[in-house]
């Protein structure tokens, strides 16, 4: 889909981080945004930030974790604009405490992780590819995922676990659109480390889902390093130029970095070999990939 003019995209997260960031992006390529976030009043300064600068805009509180939201976010789109050309499924959250052991998660953030970053996926795919197959035209399908999902190891399971997930939903929503010849493309956006607020995720934790105690901090050490990730991390604006890419370009994965290869490829060459792997831990990861790109400037 390379003609974007006056078609229609609906991005969920799309109130900050890279979701904002897609926004101006494709409003800047000439669509019409349906801003949709979990934070109604942070969904709204960004339409109103949009309109102000000449944009077609509108914003609809979702809870993607929500079946019924997100077949309301469709029905408010087409009863608004009369079609959807793009949908960007890209809400994502991130429990705190996440370097944990596996079995020391509660199932509360078990529970969260699926329901927003899995579930927020698939929800907003039986919601929209239906509409979308029967309007007849070009689309694209953008699913932000993550380097998590391509990788392995101990740490972040209960994101990581979900982004896998979210990789093999992705691929297959891929496959079965090409085996039915239909004119929708999809994009896997795999981000490494990115500026954004997704690691205050706990702001929007439902209460229902609080452990005892109340939600987790962030692991102490990532709190200690996290000034030097954040400071040479890729910005939203950067992600969001990759995403306009990959849907002009059709392309299926868009990473972000270079830095996580290695691991990607051990960690399948193990799988091909019937060999143990020796996984590095997403923070070394990280940490890699910060250094790489500090080292570049």
Known sequence: MQNLTDRV?????????????????????GMKIVVSDVDAEA?????EALAAAGHDAIAVRTDVANPADLDALAERAYAHYGAVHLLCNNAGIVPGGRHRAVWEYPLEDWRWSLDVNLLGVVHGIRSFIPRM?????????ITTASVAGLVSGSGSV??????????????ALYAA????SASIGV???????????????ERSRPAALC??????????ELKAISEQLYSTAISPAEVAELAWRGVVDNQLYVLTTDSFDAAVRDRMEAILMRRNPDFASLLQLSTREAAERDGGR
Not at 43 to 47: E, F, H, V
Not at 133 to 141: F, R
Not at 158 to 171: I, L, Q
């Open 211 to 220: 452990p005892d105690g109340g939600p987790a901090d962030e692991a102490p």
């Open 43 to 47: 969904a709204s300064a960004t339409r």
């Open 158 to 171: 209960v994101y990581s676990a979900a982004k896998h997930a979210v990789v093999r939903t992705t691929e």
């Open 177 to 180: 659109l090409r085996e039915r």
């Open 9 to 29: 995209a609906v991005i969920t997260g799309a109130a900050s981080g890279i979701g904002a960031a897609m926004a101006w992006r494709f409003a800047r390529a």
């Open 133 to 141: 197959l029967a309007q007849g035209t070009e689309g694209h399908v």
């Open 187 to 201: 994009t896997l956006l795999c981000p490494g480390l990115v500026n954004t607020r997704i690691y205050e995720s």
